[in-house]
């Protein structure tokens, strides 16, 4: 399966603290996007890195592909306890054509 | 608001009744998404339309039958559901598919 695992499943910080989830994947992509979705509601997107590039940022969001690997990191930095939320990536892969495929999220909870 | 829109947010129904999820999308993109999310469960693709045509059903059971009249308007019948068809059903669009996808806010549907 494509489909991208993150790691680790659920992570606990305190306010102000840095955040890193993994994401990884198994076959080429032409790109690869984080979303995050608050608890019982739709999913929104924060950023997509291409396939040709190592690293984005966006505000307090850093996101980095290593497609050696066949992995991406996302950091939150000087976390907020608005940042709890599940985040999942989502590979666009070179032979799917028509759909994203979403991984199976990581729960953050920051504590105030 | 990401421009995508749902209704019913919440809906209970019994087995031998049907019903409809609507989604509208006001971004004026070309592709729209089902997808069904339960607990402890990764995100599932259930089907995707391109310029209001069918291009993708992962294997979805006949009881529920997407319907796209135009671009801007999803709709999912749901006919003789069983209880493990409890879920937070969400909807998406994007400008093409593969691209970065914006989601409602989901319909919360239980099955008695």
């Known amino acids: 399966s494509q489909q991208g695992e993150e790691d680790p499943q659920a992570l606990s910080i305190q306010e102000g603290e840095n955040a890193t989830m993994n994401c990884s994947y198994k076959?080429?992509?032409?790109?690869l996007q984080w979303y995050r979705q608050n608890s019982g509601r739709g999913l929104v997107h924060l950023i997509l890195?291409?396939?040709?590039?190592r690293e984005k940022h966006s505000g307090r969001l850093r996101v980095t592909l290593d497609t050696s690997k066949k992995s991406s990191s996302l950091l939150i930095t000087a976390s907020r306890a608005a940042d709890t939320a599940s985040y999942f990536c989502?590979?666009?892969?070179?032979?799917?054509?028509?759909?994203?495929?979403f991984g199976g999220g990581t729960r953050v909870l920051v504590k105030p | 608001e990401t421009g995508v829109t749902q209704t019913p947010r919440h809906l209970v129904m019994g087995m031998t009744n049907k019903k409809s999820l609507k989604c509208e999308q006001h971004l004026g993109h070309n592709a729209m998404y089902w997808y069904k999310q339960s607990a402890k469960k990764p995100l599932e693709l259930m089907f995707v339309y391109s310029l209001e045509e069918r291009v993708e059903n992962n294997s979805v059971p006949s009881r529920f039958s997407p319907e796209c009249p135009n671009s801007s308007h999803l709709f999912l019948h749901l006919h003789t559901l069983q209880p493990e068809d409890s879920a937070l059903y969400l909807c998406?669009?994007?400008?093409?598919?593969?691209?970065?996808?914006?989601f409602g806010p989901g319909t919360r549907l239980t099955v008695l």
């Open positions: 076959t080429s992509i032409n790109n």
């Open positions: 998406a669009s994007s400008q093409f598919a593969g691209d970065t996808q914006y």
């Open positions: 890195i291409r396939s040709n590039e």
């Open positions: 989502a590979t666009d892969w070179e032979a799917a054509g028509n759909k994203l495929t």
